[in-house]
């Protein structure tokens, strides 16, 4: 099948013969400039004077992929630009490496692995701002003039999350996301026929690579992906196979998808303790989870009113205050209990008071002189110590999961230049250095699950999906709010990635997060929407468990049930269809949502949210249209037969109260 980066080289130059899905209109053609690299403040593109193809290689890269290089040579620089093809036609990946092969040291300071003409001006430009419990909020203009999207807060999904979407009037869909948990940009600079050129990849503000002879640097991966029919779902499933197949790492835990109780939100720090703890674990384990995880407040000086922030890299402490026993003596409660036991660090994060900063000075990130709260892992003692401390949470504290957050923006990153990285990298070397200490300790320890987490849904991106076996989508867990960031982020990642909890109990206050189990006027189709909202993905939940209800507590036990029975085995593998635009906080967007989970048999969620009509038909996906479908409204005993065509066509019914839902399978006859 045609390559949807298909391109040649015509007198020493890359040209694009296609741009796009086999068989559309193509995105660009001709001469491109294919990459960018910014040396010694000169601009170097393919098309620019004094750069020669030396040779264009392609490779078989195992698992149905084939990487094409073009080696280029400019004055004293080899670059190369890499295109990866993967099995999915639709998904492409790009690279620029550099080396320098002079006798004198060169500067860089941009590499786009990517850069195309794109040859097409009507499009309307789609992204998603993101800030502390406001993620994945959608934004569309018209391609006009020449905006950017960027993120120079040093968390890849501060400010905006590094994806967006172009689509032309015809229905076609080009996606690109930049692999990548720093700054990052895409640009699309307008020429004057109004076309645009669009750039990109690792931001280049505050970025300077100084290379040595013979030294070497590469760029993060720009991923790009091509649909059709106006319709993200025609990049979301590519993109999540992809994933899938050859980027996500995958144990026999992770892929459980065990459903967890965290205890944060209700107790937080202030509240936990042994026996706290204890006490939810023996009702977790009751209603049939299967992960328990102590979250912030178990580490620091022996004191009930240490505050989880100011002792943050002091790891080897344990508050035994509140955990007398030591943090062994909790997980072996758990798993005596017959769950697996998770546990909170910030491996990166250096509180005030943290004794770290005073017996390794070398370890703190600077700027400027100032300290940047973090610990720089472009020293590489320091990513050695943050191997081994992560070693040492496995084996002394049994844990089987580790909730790795960061919770604070690096900016333009560490300018210290005795830490082995140079004034103006060592944001870019901490994070490979950080993806390095994610694989050694996967290495290392197998079985353990690392999950990603930034503030909640700060830092989500393919950088860390690589490395990481599940994301945490958003700290806020409202309905509404959980609704809109599972459509934004399921286009980016695929469903078995998404960690999102249902609707908890908050010990603090937040205007949206006002949930109460023990509310005599709270129903049991309400307590399901809140539940079923987060089955979407991995699912967890914080309540106060032993105080809750007994009506709560049931229809907790039956829902964590349907989900280990019903939903997960679709999770887990089954492609996730969008059935609806986006829900939005606040009232705004969709207020029906509804997901189709497609594979042999077709399972669909749907959720009525307050404002929504109380009848709603919607229209299904990837059904045959000429097959008899037998539809079971799960839970009301309720079964009819119909074909797919009037699935496709006329749609599936509901009619659903305000905040109920309903779980449908639709399985072929």
Partial sequence: ???????????????????????????????????????????????????????????????????????????????????????????????????????????????????????????????FTSSWGLEF???????????????????????????????RPDGAVLFGTVAWSGNWVFRFDEKPDGAHLLTGGL??????????????????????????????????????????????????????????????WSYEDGDINAAVFAANADVAAELGMELCTLDAGWFGPADPETSWTDYRGDWDLVNTERFPAGIRAVADRVHDRGMRFGLWCEIEALGPKARLAETRPDFPATRDGAPLGYVCFGNPAAAAWAVQTLGRLVRDFGAD???????????????????GHGSGDGLFEHYRAYYDVLAQVRADHPEVVLENCSSGGLRIDLGLLRQTHLTFLSDPDWPEHGLQILWGASIMLPPDQLLHWGYSEWRAD?????????????????????????MLGATGCSYRLPDLPDEFRARLRDNVRLYQDLVRPYVRTADLYRLTGQPGRY???????????????????????????SDRSIRLELLDPDRW????????????????????????????????????????L
Wanted: net charge negative; aromatic share 6%.
């Fill in 587 to 613: 009232g705004r967007g969709e207020r029906w949502a509804a997901f189709q989970y497609a594979a042999d048999d077709h399972l669909v969620l749907a959720f009525r949210l307050p404002g929504g009509a």
């Fill in 401 to 419: 999961w580790i909730k790795l957050d960061f919770n604070l923006d690096p900016g333009l990153g560490c300018d210290r230049t005795d830490h």
């Fill in 1 to 127: 099948m045609k390559a949807a980066l298909d391109f040649t080289t015509i007198d020493g130059r890359i040209a694009l013969r296609q741009l796009g899905l086999p068989g559309q209109s193509s995105w660009a053609s001709g001469a491109q400039p294919a990459f960018g690299v910014v040396a010694d403040g000169e601009l170097i593109t393919a098309e620019s004077a004094g750069l020669s193809v030396r040779s264009v290689a392609s490779a078989d890269a195992g698992n149905g992929m084939i990487e094409e290089i073009v080696r280029c040579d400019h004055a004293s620089l080899e670059i190369e630009w890499h295109v990866k093809r993967y099995s999915e036609p639709a998904v492409v990946e790009t690279r620029v490496a550099v080396r320098n092969r002079g006798p004198k040291t060169i500067t860089i300071g941009r590499l786009d692995a990517v850069a195309l003409e794109l040859s097409t001006a009507d499009c309307e430009l789609s992204s």
């Fill in 137 to 167: 909020e959608a934004v569309h203009s018209a391609l006009t003039g020449s905006p950017r999207l960027e993120s120079l807060a040093g968390r890849s999904s501060q400010g905006r999350h590094p994806c967006f979407a172009l689509t």
């Fill in 203 to 264: 931001h280049d503000h505050g970025f300077e690579k100084v290379l040595q002879p013979g030294a070497s640097v590469e760029s993060p991966l720009v991923v790009l992906a091509f649909g059709s029919d106006h319709d993200l779902n025609t990049v979301s499933v590519p993109v999540a196979r992809t994933a899938r197949a050859h980027w996500a790492p995958r144990n026999a835990l992770s892929q459980q998808l065990p459903v967890e109780w965290n205890h944060w």
């Fill in 510 to 534: 937040h205007p949206e997060q006002t949930l109460n189990p023990r509310d005599p006027g709270l129903q049991p189709h309400q307590i399901d929407y809140y539940r079923r909202i987060a």
């Fill in 629 to 668: 479908y037998e539809i079971e409204r799960v839970g009301s005993g309720d079964r009819t037969k119909t074909t797919g065509r009037a699935l496709l066509t006329e749609g599936l019914a509901f009619s659903l109260p305000e905040e109920g839902s309903q779980i449908v399978m639709v399985r072929g």
